[in-house]
């Protein structure tokens, strides 16, 4: 992975959400980055990763994604597929606009651990483009 891009306006966002902060998410290349925490287990008899973090880790992906376009954006609605117990360890996420209009956006985040190849949650997002 590359190393973190703390200078350009597609981390600014990210820091700046608390929720983001809480999570310890950052941005590495075009990768959105989820490093394990303990406090992120929702179901320690697997132990696998709360669906709630990966849904919302998925959405600032894809949100950090439109602000590297330049543009901010609030969400819409969102459809996440769970495809695979969220193991505990680092998860990453890429964001691909699908359409980007003057008013709306269409984002699919795909969120995957060791292998990129078997990812394990996917999401579906409409954005409202504020500005």
Known sequence: MSEVIASTGAQRPVAAWPYARFLDVRLEGGVAVLP?????????????????????????????????????????????????????????????????????????VEAWQEDRNAPIAALRGHFLIIG
């Open 36 to 108: 394990f925490a303990e406090r992120l287990i929702g179901n320690p008899i697997l132990p696998a990763l709360h669906g709630g973090a990966v849904a919302s880790f998925l959405e600032m992906a894809a949100l950090a994604r439109l602000d590297a376009e330049g543009r901010r954006a609030r969400t819409i609605d969102v459809t996440v597929d769970y495809l695979r117990p969220a193991r505990p360890v680092t998860t990453y996420a890429e964001a691909r606009i699908l359409k980007l209009g003057r008013r709306a956006a269409n984002l699919a």
